[in-house]
Nanobody, 127 residues
Framework: QVQVVESGGGSVQAGGSLRLSCAAS????????MGWFRQAPGKAREVVAR???????TYQSSVKGRFATSKDNAKNILYLQMNSLKPEDTAMYYC?????????????????????WGQGTQVTVSS
């Protein structure tokens, strides 16, 4: 099972930027996909971005054009560059690295009880 550690969160004003990092470890296999999710207080966890095995990335509609992923394959680190941040982006951000992310829909994946989530990193955007 792949373990992940998220970092890079913080507090910024609206319009600011942050770059989150997700370091994956615990396997020499590259057969997994990665994604970013977030959970705001009182709300369900939701997908932010998913990096597919073909290298394509899909984004939640509310972050398209503002967020972008990149991956350092040598270091097994997935980044999430977040620009033009809005107060509604405030949430705990989680990363996942899982072979099931290569095929499962986001709705299905979020129902799995054994997702190897990291500890998350808090992003707070003030207006």
């Amino acid at each position: 099972q792949v373990q992940v550690v998220e970092s890079g969160g913080g507090s910024v004003q609206a319009g600011g930027s942050l770059r989150l990092s997700c370091a994956a470890s615990g396997t020499t296999s590259s057969r997994y996909c990665m994604g970013w999710f977030r959970q705001a207080p009182g709300k369900a966890r939701e997908v932010v971005a998913r990096l597919w095995s073909d290298g394509d990335t899909t984004y939640q509609s509310s972050v398209k054009g503002r967020f972008a992923t990149s991956k350092d394959n040598a270091k097994n680190i997935l980044y999430l560059q977040m620009n033009s941040l809005k107060p509604e982006d405030t949430a705990m951000y989680y990363c996942a690295a899982d072979i099931r992310l290569c095929s499962a829909t986001s709705d299905l994946y979020l129902q799995f009880p054994d997702v190897p989530w990291g500890q998350g990193t808090q992003v707070t955007v003030s207006s």
